[in-house]
């Protein structure tokens, strides 16, 4: 099967997982893109999740929805390294020239086929970290938690 049949199937399975998890999204199917969102405890999610041909890979990324001021990009640069230290899948990152942050899942599928089990697993999986940590991020960038604190809550997630 040739990489472009295979990210086709792969996107049609992304697509069908989504109708059977009976989520409302967006499609460009052309660029094999979905955007969707999900609401969480505090703040609602942004999910990007784009099929590449090219790369063989699926990757769903999901920006957090605030700016970290610049004063702030040390401590949140530190902090995500804290939060990524105990994930196995998926990781936090953030560009240093403006602070934007996202969490990032990468899920490759050269010469196989990805399942609809699979595909909902990163979409819960990248939720339920997204939802873990963004409200941490956000209370370390507006400076009403301290990095020593957490430290001590990532400490605790997977403990």
């Excluded at 105990?86 to 899942?105: H, R, V």
């Excluded at 089990?117 to 970290?129: A, D, V």
Aim: with cysteine.
């Amino acid at each position: 099967m040739s990489k472009e049949m295979e990210a086709q199937s792969t996107y049609n399975t992304l697509c069908a997982t989504l109708d059977n998890m009976k989520w409302r999204y967006d499609k460009e199917e052309d660029k094999l893109v979905v955007r969707t969102s999900a609401v969480g405890k505090d703040l609602t999610m942004k999910l990007y999740i784009k099929v590449d041909a090219e790369r063989s890979v699926m990757y769903l990324k999901s920006g957090m929805p605030f700016k970290i001021p610049s004063e702030r990009i040390d401590d949140i640069a530190k902090a995500i390294i804290m939060a990524n230290w105990s994930m196995l899948n998926g990781s936090f990152e953030m560009d240093l020239t403006d602070g934007y942050t996202a969490f990032k899942m990468v899920v490759p599928f050269m010469e196989s086929l990805i399942s609809e089990k699979t595909c909902h697993y990163m979409i819960n999986l990248s939720c339920k970290m997204i939802d873990t940590y963004n409200d941490k991020f956000k209370s370390l960038a507006e400076g009403n938690m301290t990095l020593s604190e957490f430290k001590d809550f990532a400490d605790k997630v997977f403990a």
